[in-house]
C-alpha cells in the first residue's frame, strides 16, 4: 500500500512544500515514512508605470512636484530613486517637504516643495530583484518668474516733461525670459527655441 499527502503554503513570495510519503508493507510489518520540504521562490516579470505620460514635465517655480512610481514583480524589488545619476537617499522630511516617501512595497513616491530652476534634472525611478532591473525617467523643466520693476520716470529739463522710459527687455525675447545683467538684456530661450532673440 502506497499513500501520498502534500501541503503548500504561499508566504512571501515564497512557496513553501512537505511532502509526504507513507510506505506500508503488510506481509514483513513494515511501516517507511519519508518526509521532504523544499522552498520555490516565485518569480513575475518587473513592470513600472510612467512617471509621467511625457518624457518632459515642466513645473512653474514656487510649486511642489510630486512624482509617482508604481512597480509589479516578484520578488519585491527594491525601489530607488535618482536624480542626474545620483541617487537620492534621504526620506520626506516636513521641515523642507522633500524626499522619499514609501507608501508600500510596490509603491514609491519623491515629493519637491517650491521647486526652483535649479531643481532641473533628469528624475528616475529604478526597480531591481533578482530578475533584473526596470527604470523609467522623466525631464523636469522648472520655469523661472520673472518681474519686471516698475517703469521710471525720465524728466527731460529742456521741456520739463516726465516720460515712462521702455524697459530694456520690452518684446526682446520672442520665447523665452528675459534677464539684465549688467545694463544689458539676455534671453533664456524656452525649449525648441534659440537664437539670441529665441527666434
Known amino acids: 500500500?502506497?499513500?501520498e499527502s502534500s501541503k503548500s503554503n504561499v508566504k512571501n513570495d515564497t512557496l513553501s512544500k512537505?511532502?509526504?510519503d507513507l510506505n506500508i508493507n503488510l506481509d514483513y510489518?513494515?511501516?517507511e515514512v519519508r518526509i521532504s520540504q523544499f522552498m520555490v521562490l516565485m518569480s513575475d516579470p518587473l513592470q513600472m508605470r510612467s512617471l509621467y505620460h511625457e518624457d518632459v514635465l515642466k513645473v512653474n517655480e514656487g510649486n511642489d512636484l510630486?512624482?509617482?512610481c508604481r512597480v509589479r514583480g516578484r520578488p519585491t524589488p527594491l525601489i530607488s530613486w535618482y536624480v542626474n545619476?545620483?541617487?537620492i537617499k534621504y526620506p520626506w522630511r516636513l521641515e523642507t517637504g522633500?524626499?522619499?516617501i514609501q507608501k508600500s512595497r510596490y509603491l514609491s513616491k519623491l515629493q519637491l516643495s517650491n521647486v526652483h530652476p535649479t531643481d532641473n534634472a533628469n528624475y528616475t525611478c529604478l526597480a531591481e530583484n533578482v530578475n533584473g532591473h526596470i527604470r523609467k525617467s522623466v525631464?523636469?523643466?522648472v520655469k523661472a518668474t520673472t518681474t519686471l520693476p516698475p517703469p521710471t520716470t525720465t524728466t527731460l529739463a529742456t521741456t520739463e516733461l516726465t516720460t515712462a522710459s521702455v524697459h530694456p527687455c520690452h518684446n526682446y525675447c520672442h520665447?523665452?525670459?528675459c534677464y539684465i545683467i549688467d545694463g544689458n538684456p539676455y534671453c533664456r530661450c524656452d525649449p525648441q527655441y534659440l537664437g539670441e532673440h529665441c527666434e
Open 98 to 100: 522633500r524626499g522619499i
Open 139 to 141: 525631464k523636469v523643466i
Open 85 to 87: 545619476q545620483t541617487e
Open 175 to 177: 520665447r523665452g525670459h
Open 18 to 20: 512537505t511532502d509526504v
Open 66 to 68: 510630486l512624482l509617482s
Open 29 to 31: 510489518g513494515e511501516v
Open 1 to 3: 500500500l502506497l499513500s
